[in-house]
């Protein structure tokens, strides 16, 4: 057999050894076996130099091609393997999607200070800033500089939580006390006003006290926002298109708003706010009781006695004041039939909204 | 206010249909709260007569009565009522009728009787405003006959909500005024006078008044010779539809004029009231003395507050000025003479004696608003005729008048500039006249109008008063909307309340749901916590709580955290997460108002979630309430903190440390103590922690951030594991590490906590009794170079070397 019938012969058995080859590792051995260092071609290729000079560039060609061929068929037998190993290693790691993912529990805000935070942030949009003020108050903050009479028939036992008072004043009316738990947000105003000067455009949530049962419909904790707004020109105009504006951007742009004439001492005129209904959109229905409307909120114009209370000029400086409670809207947004869930804790009501 | 439409018609021409006239109503400020349109759902609702009533043998409350409504059979029928006898007529609302509340009468059992209908109350007909008892009917009421039909039931009843600032709107006059004026047509107030004979009145009554601020004005009516029985139908029809049971034809008059005129008048017996010498019935006015009583109309005898206004005679008080009659001078079937009250009192003193005695009549409502005084003589007039012509009897000749209170008309300066300034409307002085002339002011002038008040409207005092009256009858919805220009106004947060929203914010984030609890406390949770107030703090006591639970202001968020989860576990909710932030009080003797501490706490109990297929889950203790501080305070911008071991009877001993932020405890962490769990009904372990939120806004405002520069060069990262003492705290051995460690040592964290496991025989120990094994992980870096071994092997056997020392620690092999 001469050298170039051998390596032809070896060229077919490493040809078809590559082709057996079912692993990346056999086919690692199959190319050890002939192109590694004592590896058979390799071997052949060494004795070239025993070689005649006749002989040497035939012999030279046609290994260099057997080299060539086995080379090209090794890579593209990698190749093959490489992407069959990755196809089974993809195909072994396939999951059901369906299963639940690993997730970081998350907290819900709650719903009432959900609805506060969107309050505030409409009011914050128009300029005004955020007040605070005591929820133990004095008397005279929450009625009197409110320009509540002396016998006005909120400040009874039956309506306010009053505080016992350890300075050893004695109150007006036997068994109260001149200090209560605030029954509205509204002496914040007086607050403001006694600590600052027009312009004012402020906003006033928190907690406020009535002496109510707790049911469906009351509890004797509930939470109120306030506006006050006191500057030179201000109209009972500005006074409903500011409302009119807050409407919209809580309620939607659809609904309509209407101002009724009404009565608090604080303010003078006085209107509530209702709202179209959103179920029957003004014609009526279980949810507004078929009235076609839906009560919000109250408001009016400063009540030239208040601003005496704290020493502004009432003639120079008008304003006006509004207060709505969270627990309504809340229950109107999200048809919440019991006010008593919104203090109970119960998690499967926080994660609601 | 309860408004009949037919007796409205009386006095103005209602123009409107219904719904437009409530609609012009609730837009120019008195809200029509409801509608009721008398003798619908009626249908089935017949006359019966009760024949037996035996009180039902299992219910204490109810009684079982038959009930003949002239079929063959009469009805069976269990009532809850207790206002009735054998032998009284009642509506009765037959099997399948749907009354005007709604209620659709099925027969039914109740408490193993069967009931074959209703008896009804007037609120269940929608025909009165009373619904304590049955409608009893007169004894001639014919049975069997539709009740609809035999009230004559074909008029409509509107309720007003009538504000405080309107007692005017408190009488059928009033309303058609404020009608008239709202619908642009004239109304008329019936007015009449009565025959008069027989000796004068002032021959029978004197008056005396002591104080003429506390009653203005006190006029006094004789009719004599009544014959008290029950009225003519219009008139009870008339009381029922205004909300009144009607008693008898004289009481049901001075009820009527209250309602037609809005004046609250008082029949007593005339000959029941003492006289003076001259053989008078002697009335005086005045305030009780201390320790006075009264027996009033309602048989309760009271004890009056010393500045009560008071009716006298010479026996003593016979009446409570404005609120309620007294029993010793009550109109009864015996009486044949009258001596009608028609007067006018301070509103502030009768809302005081009301209050104090919570006593609220028809008359105290309109008097504590204010009546007109000038309107005394009109209805007392009008009642006289009135009572002659359903009692019979004639009125005495004149009136007895004692009116020192008597003042001028006020006038009121009107701008109208300052209308259209207040309410941004460009009104002439002749609009703003036409506007306010139909509610019967008296309008004079021009750019400054001068307005005079009739006395129905006290309400009227200023004149911001006059332009709310032109601003509704104007239209609130005609006033144009714009907004405030506000010149030189800044919005926003402070700080302190964005710090506030943060603290929010990153507990939402770590997991914590938002709880809302009552601000009310209960003083045994000082006993439930364990908890000692300061030698100077002192609860904040309500002096008239709802309940002994509710009875103090909080002084803690933990008893609002602790009753969430146990009413959460409770409810079969074993995963809590909570969180709330609120105020919290507390006081001290000599304090007028207590100190408002805002207040974040938070509960953990349970896993964050149910294990799942891929999550084993793990019980929340100590350190994931740790875990959520550690991220709170990184979120507040990293200050210098520290858990501090410490210990409070409310937590549990060992699991239990002080939250110190820059030296100061700013609030604490740990498990609920056994004893707590028990005491609010939860299960543990429970986490706890409760932080002052100012505290934390003071950190986040001294915490200042720099830029630190990326590290460029790799690190070197040594382990090094421990032995020490039990008592030996982590935070002790990095405190050493970091000062031995110079300016290589980039950072150093505990990876691993090892003991033996209890038990562990002797010669298998790993490590001995009283010691624990901790494994750090120091990480060296340098800011200019890459570290070499032989960089970071000196420095760090130094610092081995040093920490042994400082700490007794052996280098665990």
């Known amino acids: 057999m001469t050298i170039i019938d051998e390596l032809r012969s070896l060229e077919r058995e490493a040809l078809a050894a590559v082709a057996a080859a079912g692993t990346l590792d056999a086919l690692e051995a199959v190319r050890i076996g002939y192109l590694g260092k004592k590896g058979s071609l390799t071997a052949v290729l060494r004795g070239l130099g025993a070689l005649s000079p006749e002989e040497r560039p035939e012999v030279g060609r046609v290994s260099n091609e057997v080299r060539v061929a086995l080379e090209g068929a090794l890579d593209s037998k990698r190749t093959t393997l490489q992407h069959a190993a990755r196809a089974e290693r993809i195909a072994a790691e396939a999951v059901d999607v369906t299963l639940p993912g690993r997730r970081r529990p998350v907290g819900r805000q709650h719903v009432l200070h959900q609805i506060v935070d969107e309050i505030v942030e409409v009011f914050a949009g128009l300029g005004y800033r955020i007040a605070e003020g005591p929820e133990v108050e004095l008397d005279y903050y929450n009625f009197t500089a409110l320009n509540h009479p002396p016998d006005h028939p909120a400040r009874a036992l039956q309506d306010t939580f009053y505080v016992r008072d350890l300075s050893g004043d004695r109150a007006a009316v036997e068994g109260e006390s001149d200090v209560l738990l605030r029954t509205h947000t509204s002496p914040v105003q007086v607050h403001v006003m006694e600590s600052q000067k027009p312009p004012i455009y402020v906003l006033a949530p928190g907690k406020v006290y009535r002496r109510d049962v707790a049911d469906p419909s009351h509890l004797p904790q509930f939470t109120q926002i306030e506006g006050l707004v006191v500057d030179e020109d201000i109209t009972f105009g500005d006074l409903k298109g500011t409302l009119e504006h807050f409407v919209h951007a809580m309620f939607g742009p659809e609904r309509r708003v209407r101002l009724r004439p009404h009565f608090f001492p604080f303010t003078e005129p006085s209107a509530e706010v209702d709202v179209s209904c959103a179920i029957c959109g003004g014609q009526g229905c279980r949810t507004c009781g078929g009235e076609g409307w839906l009560e919000i909120l109250g408001c009016g114009m400063v009540d030239p006695n208040v601003f005496r209370y704290v020493g502004i000029d009432p003639e120079r400086y008008t304003g006006f004041a509004f207060g709505m409670g969270a627990e309504r809207i809340a229950g109107l947004k999200y048809g919440v039939p019991d006010l008593r869930l919104f203090v109970e804790g119960d998690t499967r009501f926080l994660h609601q909204f | 206010m309860r408004v009949s439409l037919n007796w409205l018609s009386d006095l103005v021409k209602i123009t409107l249909p219904v719904e437009e006239l409530c609609d012009r109503l609730d837009m120019t400020g008195t809200k029509v709260e409801a509608v009721h349109v008398l003798g619908e759902g009626l249908d089935g609702v017949v006359i019966g007569q009760v024949l037996t009533r035996e009180q039902h043998p299992d219910a204490d409350r109810l009684s079982y009565c038959s009930v003949d409504i002239g079929a063959e059979e009469p009805l069976r029928i269990v009532c809850g009522a207790d206002n009735f006898a054998a032998g009284d007529r009642v509506p009765v609302a037959c099997v399948g009728t749907t009354l005007p509340n709604g209620l659709t009468i099925k027969k039914a059992k109740l408490r193993g009787l069967v009931s074959e209908g209703m008896m009804c109350s007037p609120i269940e007909l929608g025909v009165g405003g009373e619904a304590s008892g049955l409608l009893i009917l007169p004894p001639d009421a014919p049975i069997g006959v539709p009740y609809a039909e035999y009230a004559g039931l074909s008029d409509t009843v509107l309720e007003l909500e009538v504000t405080p600032n309107r007692p005017d709107c408190l009488s059928m006059a009033g309303v058609a005024r404020e009608v008239a004026a709202v619908t642009g047509v004239s109304f008329s107030v019936p007015a009449s006078r009565p025959a008069e004979s027989g000796g004068a009145a002032s021959e029978s009554v004197s008056v005396t008044i002591d104080d003429p601020v506390l009653c203005p004005r006190y006029t006094a009516r004789v009719i004599r010779g009544v014959t008290i029985g029950p009225s003519p139908a219009w008139l009870a029809e008339r009381v029922t539809a205004a909300g009144t049971r009607p008693v008898n034809n004289v009481v049901d008059v001075t009820n009527y004029v209250m309602y037609e005129l809005g004046q609250p008048l008082h029949a007593f017996d005339l000959a029941r009231v003492a006289t003076d010498a001259a053989g008078r019935a002697a009335i005086g006015v005045r305030t009780a003395a201390e320790g006075e009583r009264i027996r009033t109309l309602d048989g309760q005898d009271r004890a009056l507050a010393a500045d009560a206004l008071l009716i006298t005679d010479p026996s003593g008080p016979i009446a409570l000025a404005g609120v309620m009659g007294g029993e010793s001078t009550e109109v009864s079937e015996a009486t044949t003479d009258i001596l009608l009250e028609s007067a006018c009192f301070d509103p502030a003193s009768i809302s005081r004696t009301s209050r104090r005695l919570g006593l609220i009549s028809e008359s105290s409502l309109r008097f504590e608003r204010g009546v007109d005084p000038d309107l005394a003589s009109r209805a007392a007039d009008r009642a006289a005729a009135l009572i002659a012509e359903v009692a019979g009897g004639t009125a005495a000749p004149g009136i007895v008048d004692e009116y020192p209170g008597r003042r001028e008309p006020r006038r009121l300066e009107l701008r109208a500039g300052r209308v259209n300034q207040l309410l941004g409307t460009a009104l002439s002085p002749a609009d703003v006249s036409a506007l306010l002339v139909p509610l019967g002011l008296d309008v004079t002038g021009d750019e400054v109008l001068t307005v005079t008040v009739p006395g129905f409207r006290p309400d009227l005092e200023r004149e911001v008063d006059l332009i709310e009256e032109v601003a509704r009858l104007y239209g609130l919805e005609n006033i144009a909307s714009t907004r405030p220009g506000g010149r030189g106004r800044v919005g926003g947060r402070t700080p302190g309340?964005?710090?506030?929203?943060?603290?929010?914010?990153?507990?939402?984030?770590?997991?914590?749901?938002?709880?809302?609890?009552?601000?009310?406390?209960?003083?045994?949770?000082?006993?439930?916590?364990?908890?000692?107030?300061?030698?100077?703090?002192?609860?904040?006591?309500?002096?008239?709580?709802?309940?002994?639970?509710?009875?103090?202001?909080?002084?803690?968020?933990?008893?609002?955290?602790?009753?969430?989860?146990?009413?959460?576990?409770?409810?079969?909710?074993?995963?809590?997460?909570?969180?709330?932030?609120?105020?919290?009080?507390?006081?001290?003797?000599?304090?007028?108002?207590?100190?408002?501490?805002?207040?974040?706490?938070?509960?953990?109990?349970?896993?964050?979630?149910?294990?799942?297929?891929?999550?084993?889950?793990?019980?929340?203790?100590?350190?994931?309430?740790?875990?959520?501080?550690?991220?709170?305070?990184?979120?507040?911008?990293?200050?210098?903190?520290?858990?501090?071991?410490?210990?409070?009877?409310?937590?549990?001993?060992?699991?239990s440390a002080d939250v110190v932020v820059d030296g100061d405890v700013v609030g604490w962490l740990g498990e609920a103590a056994p004893q707590v769990l028990d005491a609010y009904e939860a299960s543990g372990p429970v986490v706890l922690f409760e932080l002052s939120v100012p505290a934390l806004v003071k950190a986040v405002g001294r915490a200042s951030v720099r830029y630190r520069e990326i590290p460029r060069y790799p690190a070197v990262t040594l382990d090094l594991a421990l032995v020490v003492d039990e008592d030996v705290t982590v935070e002790r051995v990095l405190a050493s590490i970091r000062s031995a460690g110079g300016t290589l040592l980039e950072s150093a964290r505990v990876f691993d906590v090892y003991r033996d496991p209890a038990g562990t025989p002797e010669d298998t120990r790993r490590l001995p009794v009283g010691k624990k094994s901790l494994a750090f992980s120091l990480v060296y870096r340098a800011s200019d170079r890459t570290l070499t071994d032989g960089d970071v092997r000196p420095v760090h056997d130094k610092l081995v070397r040093k920490v042994c020392g400082a700490v007794g620690a052996e280098v665990r092999g």
């Open chain 2, 497 to 655: 309340q964005r710090t506030r929203d943060r603290i929010g914010a990153t507990l939402r984030a770590a997991g914590l749901d938002e709880h809302i609890g009552y601000s009310f406390g209960d003083s045994q949770d000082l006993e439930r916590l364990g908890w000692e107030c300061a030698p100077d703090e002192v609860l904040v006591e309500l002096i008239n709580p709802m309940s002994e639970e509710q009875a103090v202001m909080r002084w803690t968020l933990l008893p609002s955290l602790l009753r969430a989860v146990s009413h959460n576990q409770r409810r079969g909710v074993p995963d809590v997460h909570i969180y709330e932030m609120g105020t919290t009080f507390i006081t001290a003797e000599g304090r007028k108002q207590p100190k408002e501490r805002l207040m974040v706490g938070g509960a953990l109990t349970g896993f964050w979630a149910r294990p799942g297929w891929n999550d084993p889950g793990a019980t929340l203790d100590f350190f994931d309430g740790k875990g959520v501080l550690e991220t709170l305070m990184e979120a507040l911008g990293s200050p210098r903190w520290t858990a501090r071991p410490a210990s409070r009877p409310w937590l549990q001993d060992g699991r």
